[in-house]
């Protein structure tokens, strides 16, 4: 009988087929095959919060195939991600899907290699409860939050709003930089800048050591006239020192996204597509089908024994020697990283580079180029510099000037790593006691700038260092706020929207713990605790959410219940209630507060706000006659695309319903 071998992307199966042979059926679960009901109750609170999962709807296909091939197989062998997500599609593969219909076992690899492939099978283990607990009680934490938090949202700030456990703060953390950024009033700063030479007429800039702070031109004008009256000038001390400059760790998930946020100026989910391309791999000319990069959701800087002896046996055959570092590089991931995972690195050393760029697309070439040099620059020599300091006095001792220089003197790692900068800024030769002639000298002013915005890289490097989210969450925080409204992009900047703050604001001040960045990186603290050490998940789930239903009372009796806060404007269409200043996702507009009325007193009046804040009425809606939605069962609205203009019909229930039709009632395939 044939054995079957499931892996999560379709992709993978034409590499991993040609490795394994004709004895394996390879099937792949494309991803999540059940998920938590999404419904309010479908987790069992009084029974240790047990939720209650489903076949996913679109999944019912894969789920009938992997069943029927399962019968034909007597081994069934689980492929899934080596991650709490990849263990989780497994778990419920094994246990919903295969059964008893063959035996099960579990197998894992780091990069899509031959070698590593058969590895995995020669050594299949169990599958991991602490595993799939980590990922369940993740899970379950952010279906509570999201059921219980976004009902309160949508009564009290906007309907159609709702909160996540993790994206919530960086929500947050976005809001409270640009509140900084609105506060901020600029202050003024000099600086004085010295153009000297040498007896050989050598040129070079110093700055002037003031024993104040500089803050207004007033102070500067007569430093500048008393300078100008100096007859002498002189070398006061010279010291020079020898600076090693160390290269930075092979790649993890956070630092790669990080990198291509700042040097591609890509998004995380960008970044996190194309490295998954290269980790499924390529056939590069001679070579059969091989992943090209381990795998690419990881928080460990480990390097595995077998890649470290051949990495460091390419630079002294492509470098020479005196380019290795004397030992290799061992760089210590942070607490709790799984450290039988490895970071991102290259899979074929052997593969040269021309090759690769043959065989791949180019956006899946630089991340490849950028991998694969910063693997070799991590076992590279420190790069040497020769630093020196001048200290220039005047003849009467009263000012002093200082002059930097650094000139590099042994590239070493940054002979692979290009990316980063290495700007030579040499001092011409001087010495002790060396007169020196003033050229000129000039006062500058500046003003301190805002604190800068957070853009996906600094969001990333935050979340990292405060210990939220995981490797396998970082791009969806950024692209959920986006989606949701809360967050736009201007250039490379998040700017929260008004939305956005209100919602951010309103949670800061009825839910403290789930926006208390040191509460939640505790929470996924103990999520690697049970995934490392078997803690009961659903006690950690119980405490968290004792304290949250505590809010979710508090915030219903304490908040009033218009949604957006009331004007003196009455309503132009039933002229009984007072407008609110209620807010979407498209922006702020008014509503009547008779909306929360029932019987005859309701009015759900709505209106766009004019320029001069006064309530115009919306243009009527048209819907295409005669056509409902072939999902849902509702009307049709004609709608216009914003770039092109060009109209099409949409669902009237949207967002809960996205079916898309043409004008002549026809439905939009996506």
């Known amino acids: 009988?044939?054995?079957?071998?499931?892996?999560?992307?379709?992709?993978?199966?034409?590499?991993?087929?040609?490795?394994?042979?004709?004895?394996?059926?390879?099937?792949?679960?494309?991803?999540?095959?059940?998920?938590?009901?999404?419904?309010?109750?479908?987790?069992?609170?009084?029974?240790?919060?047990?939720?209650?999962?489903?076949?996913?709807?679109?999944?019912?296909?894969?789920?009938?195939?992997?069943?029927?091939?399962?019968?034909?197989?007597?081994?069934?062998?689980?492929?899934?991600?080596?991650?709490?997500?990849?263990?989780?599609?497994?778990?419920?593969?094994?246990?919903?899907?295969?059964?008893?219909?063959?035996?099960?076992?579990?197998?894992?690899?780091?990069?899509?290699?031959?070698?590593?492939?058969?590895?995995?099978?020669?050594?299949?283990?169990?599958?991991?409860?602490?595993?799939?607990?980590?990922?369940?009680?993740?899970?379950?934490?952010?279906?509570?939050?999201?059921?219980?938090?976004?009902?309160?949202?949508?009564?009290?700030?906007?309907?159609?709003?709702?909160?996540?456990?993790?994206?919530?703060?960086?929500?947050?953390?976005?809001?409270?930089?640009?509140?900084?950024?609105?506060?901020?009033?600029?202050?003024?700063?000099?600086?004085?800048?010295?153009?000297?030479?040498?007896?050989?007429?050598?040129?070079f800039s110093a700055t002037y050591k003031s024993p104040e702070k500089l803050v207004k031109e007033a102070q500067v004008i007569p430093i500048l006239d008393s300078i100008r009256l100096v007859k002498e000038w002189s070398v006061e001390d010279v010291s020079k020192a020898r600076k090693e400059r160390a290269p930075q760790p092979v790649f993890n998930t956070s630092s790669l996204q990080q990198f291509c946020s700042s040097t591609f100026g890509w998004d995380g989910k960008k970044t996190m597509r194309i490295a998954q391309s290269l980790y499924e791999g390529a056939a590069i000319a001679g070579h059969e089908r091989t992943g090209l990069i381990t795998y690419h959701r990881t928080d460990s800087l480990n390097i595995s024994d077998e890649a470290m002896t051949a990495v460091r046996s390419f630079i002294t055959h492509a470098a020479g020697a005196n380019y290795l570092s004397p030992t290799p590089r061992k760089f210590k991931s942070k607490e709790l990283a799984q450290e039988a995972h490895e970071g991102i690195r290259p899979t074929h050393l052997e593969f040269l580079l021309n090759d690769i760029r043959s065989a791949i697309e180019e956006d899946e070439y630089k991340l490849y180029e950028a991998i694969f040099n910063r693997f070799l620059a991590c076992q590279a020599a420190d790069a040497a510099f020769d630093i020196t300091k001048y200290i220039i006095s005047s003849n009467d001792k009263r000012h002093t000037f200082i002059a930097n220089g650094q000139v590099m003197?042994?590239?070493?790692?940054?002979?692979?790593?290009?990316?980063?900068?290495?700007?030579?800024?040499?001092?011409?030769?001087?010495?002790?006691?060396?007169?020196?002639?003033?050229?000129?000298?000039?006062?500058?002013?500046?003003?301190?700038?805002?604190?800068?915005?957070?853009?996906?890289?600094?969001?990333?490097?935050?979340?990292?260092?405060?210990?939220?989210?995981?490797?396998?969450?970082?791009?969806?925080?950024?692209?959920?706020?986006?989606?949701?409204?809360?967050?736009?992009?201007?250039?490379?900047?998040?700017?929260?929207?008004?939305?956005?703050?209100?919602?951010?604001?309103?949670?800061?001040?009825?839910?403290?713990?789930?926006?208390?960045?040191?509460?939640?990186?505790?929470?996924?603290?103990?999520?690697?605790?049970?995934?490392?050490?078997?803690?009961?998940?659903?006690?950690?789930?119980?405490?968290?959410?004792?304290?949250?239903?505590?809010?979710?009372?508090?915030?219903?009796d304490s908040v009033g219940t218009k949604g957006g806060d009331e004007t003196s404007i009455m309503c132009p269409e039933c002229g009984r209630h007072k407008l609110v200043k209620r807010f979407s996702k498209w922006g702020p507009f008014y509503g009547c507060g008779g909306f929360v009325n029932k019987g005859d007193d309701k009015c759900s009046a709505t209106f766009k706000i004019g320029p001069n804040g006064e309530p115009i009425k919306g243009v009527k809606k048209r819907f295409i006659p005669n056509v409902k939605c072939d999902r849902c069962g509702s009307p049709i609205v004609i709608r216009k695309a914003e770039r092109s203009g060009r109209e099409f019909g949409g669902c009237s229930k949207f967002p809960k319903c996205r079916r898309l039709f043409n004008l002549d009632g026809t439905p939009i395939e996506r």
Request: net charge positive; with cysteine; glycine share 6%.
């Open 409 to 556: 003197k042994f590239d070493g790692f940054l002979k692979f790593w290009t990316y980063a900068s290495a700007k030579d800024e040499a001092l011409p030769d001087a010495n002790t006691n060396d007169k020196l002639a003033l050229k000129d000298v000039k006062g500058n002013q500046h003003f301190t700038k805002p604190p800068a915005a957070f853009n996906t890289a600094s969001l990333v490097k935050t979340l990292e260092e405060a210990g939220i989210g995981r490797p396998s969450t970082y791009a969806t925080i950024v692209s959920t706020l986006l989606d949701r409204g809360y967050v736009e992009k201007k250039g490379k900047a998040f700017v929260p929207t008004e939305l956005g703050k209100r919602i951010g604001k309103f949670l800061v001040a009825n839910f403290p713990e789930l926006m208390n960045m040191n509460y939640t990186a505790r929470m996924e603290s103990e999520l690697d605790e049970i995934a490392g050490s078997g803690k009961v998940w659903y006690k950690s789930v119980d405490a968290f959410y004792k304290e949250l239903q505590k809010r979710i009372t508090a915030s219903r």
């Open 1 to 203: 009988m044939p054995k079957l071998f499931i892996v999560e992307s379709p992709n993978k199966i034409r590499t991993i087929q040609r490795f394994v042979g004709s004895e394996y059926l390879l099937k792949a679960t494309v991803g999540h095959c059940y998920h938590i009901e999404p419904k309010d109750g479908a987790i069992d609170i009084e029974n240790n919060y047990t939720p209650k999962y489903v076949v996913i709807d679109n999944k019912k296909k894969v789920v009938a195939e992997l069943r029927e091939a399962a019968r034909q197989c007597d081994v069934c062998y689980i492929a899934t991600d080596p991650d709490r997500e990849g263990e989780a599609i497994g778990w419920h593969v094994a246990k919903n899907v295969i059964k008893n219909l063959c035996e099960v076992k579990r197998i894992s690899f780091q990069e899509i290699t031959k070698s590593a492939v058969q590895a995995a099978l020669r050594n299949p283990r169990e599958l991991d409860q602490n595993l799939f607990n980590a990922q369940q009680a993740r899970a379950v934490l952010d279906m509570l939050v999201g059921y219980k938090v976004s009902p309160v949202l949508w009564r009290k700030v906007c309907r159609g709003t709702s909160a996540g456990r993790v994206q919530s703060i960086g929500l947050r953390l976005i809001v409270d930089r640009q509140d900084e950024i609105d506060r901020f009033v600029p202050e003024e700063y000099w600086d004085i800048i010295g153009l000297f030479a040498t007896a050989k007429n050598e040129e």
